[in-house]
């Protein structure tokens, strides 16, 4: 059962379009986090916030941003797709307090043509 | 479709014991890629090794060790002389390459806690 969703789930897109990936989730949880995985691969994390108006980049760069207005939702915004963010993009959230496992969305698969 | 069970959702162990993380997977892809996650207190996951379907040599890197079984479709992760930083959530994942409606899946987690 999922409780986070992330929407859309394939996207293939034009160059130079601007593109938000929408994920939310149900529980309530205070931490999210974005991951990328290029096809094969580990995932790599680009983006996580702790709560409201907190956002943070990851270990692996990304010319991405994110917005937590709200606890349940943490949108990730290309404002000018390459065809180099072709890739995966998986959602998650964890909640607050020690050893709390993350879930995961179904990920979107992204595609610039 | 894929699915990845971890069935041991809690362990517990005192420091210097092993402890063998159990993984099953179900895929029709030939092609595909095994992980392990570590998630610790901080939150972040944090990537141990990928296998890929063809390569079923067992690996070691230092305390840890992955058993990858084709034929029962297995990929465990043993920690041997356990220590208290061990205590984290661990993920099996499992990722195909072919036009599959969801390219990744994850276990649910095995949660390790190490006593002192």
């Known amino acids: 059962e999922a409780d986070i969703y992330q929407t859309p789930r394939y996207l293939v897109i034009g160059t130079g379009k601007k593109i938000t990936l929408e994920c939310s989730q149900t529980m309530g949880h205070d931490k999210m986090y974005w991951y990328q995985q290029d096809p094969g691969m580990e995932l790599h994390l680009i983006h996580y916030s702790y709560g409201v108006n907190s956002t943070e980049k990851g270990d692996l760069s990304s010319e991405s941003t994110v917005s937590r207005i709200r606890t349940e939702h943490f949108p990730l915004t290309l404002e000018s797709a390459r065809p180099s963010h072709t890739s995966q993009y998986l959602c998650?959230?964890?909640?607050?307090?020690?050893?709390?496992?993350?879930?995961f969305g179904d990920g979107t698969r992204l595609s610039i043509l | 479709a894929q699915k990845v069970t971890q069935a041991q959702t809690e362990i517990s162990v005192v420091e210097k014991e092993d402890v063998t993380l159990d993984c099953v997977y179900e895929t029709r892809d030939t092609t595909y890629y095994l992980f392990w996650y570590k998630q610790p207190p901080s939150g972040e996951l944090v990537f141990l090794i990928r296998r890929n379907s063809f390569d079923e040599q067992n690996e070691i890197s230092g305390r840890y060790s992955w058993n990858f079984q084709k034929s029962t479709s297995s990929f465990n992760f043993t920690i041997t002389a356990s220590q208290v930083v061990d205590s984290a959530v661990y993920f099996c994942a499992l990722t195909v390459l072919s036009g599959s409606a969801r390219q990744l899946t994850f276990g649910s987690g095995t949660q390790l806690t190490v006593l002192p």
């Open positions: 998650a959230s964890s909640a607050t307090g020690v050893l709390q496992p993350q879930h």
